[in-house]
């Protein structure tokens, strides 16, 4: 079946622009998660949403960091007023629900490029 | 806060050598423990998991055992191949339902396979 896509691929913007992110999870995962990985943090844990339940958003770095996710299916990761430090690739992963025995699916990421 | 530290890389070695990675970890709780694998161009991919003391994880030739009493869960295969080449990163999550899964990641280590 088919897996986590995340769209764009690639995004390449100007510092101070805003850019959105999006992540279409395997049918059926109710937990999904955006992490981001970059080469002076390593992977780090961004966010996550549980069914309907309000979102854990202990690992966004700045109030420039938001994310949604409609319908209990696609999130979409938006920042604002970008700055270089935000470049990195950014994933996205599901779960069928929030357990530690349940894996996760990472999709292909979104790799970001602030100039 | 949770932790993980894993050795840094790049790992060369020749076809058939014996691989081990080292990964330590720092938890408030109980945590599981997962190795997660990044192939060039691919997205990271869960490896092998293990939820509690003395489990030991396996998949692929590769084998990783829980150690509680040294936090530790360091990677081993007994003969690599050239397509064991990837990035290996150790992670962990804590157990409690309401943590939700959250994985915390080691910094990686390339593995780098030669014929």
């Known amino acids: 079946g088919a897996g986590v896509s995340q769209s764009p691929s690639n995004k390449v913007t100007e510092k101070g622009k805003d850019v959105e992110l999006r992540c279409d999870p395997i049918?059926?995962?109710?937990?999904l998660y955006w992490y981001r990985q970059s080469l002076g943090q390593g992977l780090e844990f961004l966010i996550y949403f549980q069914g309907n339940s309000a979102p854990d958003k202990s690992g966004l770095p700045s109030d420039r960091f938001s994310a949604e996710r409609t319908g209990g299916s696609v999130s979409t990761l938006t920042i604002q007023r970008t700055q270089q430090e935000d470049s990195a690739v950014y994933l996205c992963a599901s779960s069928r629900n929030r357990e530690s025995t349940y894996e996760q699916y990472f999709g292909p990421g979104t790799r970001l490029t602030v100039t | 806060g949770n932790s993980v530290t894993q050795m840094e890389g790049p790992v060369t070695l020749s076809e058939e050598a014996f691989l081990t990675i080292n990964c330590t970890y720092t938890a408030t709780g109980y945590p599981s423990l997962f190795w997660y694998v990044q192939y060039p161009g691919e997205g990271l991919q869960l490896l092998l998991k293990a939820t509690k003391a003395d489990d030991k994880g396996s998949n692929k030739g590769f084998e990783a055992t829980y150690r509680k009493e040294t936090t530790s869960f360091h990677l081993e295969k007994g003969s690599v191949q050239v397509s064991d080449s990837a990035v290996y990163f150790c992670a962990l999550s804590d157990r409690i339902k309401a943590a939700g899964n959250k994985l915390t990641f080691g910094g990686g280590t390339r593995v780098l396979v030669k014929p």
């Open positions: 049918s059926g995962h109710t937990a």
